[in-house]
């Protein structure tokens, strides 16, 4: 694909609920990040992935959220027992070389907790 | 804790004039990027600036990165009321991700 695929573009579920986010990267980008927004804010740090494996995942907030990458592509985010202070655009952006590259962004999830 | 912070958190000004943003942080950088997002989409990058370097051009854009003070400017000449947008800066803080300011939001008054 031309760009990062984010789906669903919009979530709405209701609290104690499970959900998934998908994040389809640019093909041949081994780096792929989860960001979270709130309004207003900039981007915060979830986690990192390098191929397969979670290089860095201090920005999770809980043992409710939890990704993977098990074939060093796709992503799922997950969210278990959501909260409504989950409610956020969540954003997923992939990058050829990490450090030296820029990132590329999807358009994000929007997911709200009723 | 975000790295990064921009000022001012919101700037207007008349299409045709020029837009200054700065951004501080906090620790050591490899390299300091510049993101421009639109409403309800996704951060578009823009510019980056490698720590060894002190200034940086791409079309209308100017940037500056004063390390001895932890800071970068964004300059956006000649603005258009397209420019309208939020900017973010970035930086690695010496790992393998980026870390965000909190944003300059910019209105450009056709």
């Known amino acids: 694909g031309a760009g990062v695929s984010q789906t669903p573009s919009n979530k709405v579920t209701e609290k104690g609920k499970y959900v998934e986010l998908r994040c389809d990267p640019i093909s041949g980008h081994t780096a792929l990040y989860w960001y979270r927004q709130s309004l207003g804010q900039g981007p915060e740090f979830l986690i990192y992935?390098?191929?397969?494996?979670?290089?860095?995942d201090s920005g999770l907030p809980n043992d409710r959220f939890f990704a993977v990458r098990p074939e060093g592509s796709v992503s799922t985010l997950k969210i278990q027992r959501t909260e409504r202070g989950d409610s956020a655009v969540y954003l997923c952006?992939?990058?050829?070389?990490?450090?030296?590259?820029?990132?590329?962004f999807g358009n994000g999830t929007r997911l709200t907790v009723t | 804790s975000q790295q990064g912070e921009e000022d001012p958190q919101a700037l207007s000004i008349q299409e045709g004039e020029n837009a200054t943003m700065n951004c501080s942080y906090k620790?050591?950088?490899?390299?300091l990027q510049w993101y421009r997002q639109n409403s309800g989409r996704g951060l578009v990058h823009l510019i980056l600036i490698r720590s060894n370097e002190r200034e940086k051009h791409s079309g209308r854009l100017r940037v500056t990165l004063d390390t001895s003070k932890k800071s970068s400017s964004l300059l956006i000449t000649a603005s258009r009321a397209a420019d309208t947008a939020s900017y973010f800066c970035?930086?690695?803080?010496?790992?393998?991700?980026?870390?965000f300011g909190t944003g300059t939001r910019l209105t450009v008054i056709p």
């Open positions: 992935f390098q191929g397969t494996g979670a290089a860095d």
């Open positions: 952006a992939s990058s050829l070389k990490p450090k030296i590259s820029p990132l590329h």
């Open positions: 620790t050591s950088i490899n390299n």
């Open positions: 970035a930086t690695d803080a010496g790992a393998n991700n980026l870390f």
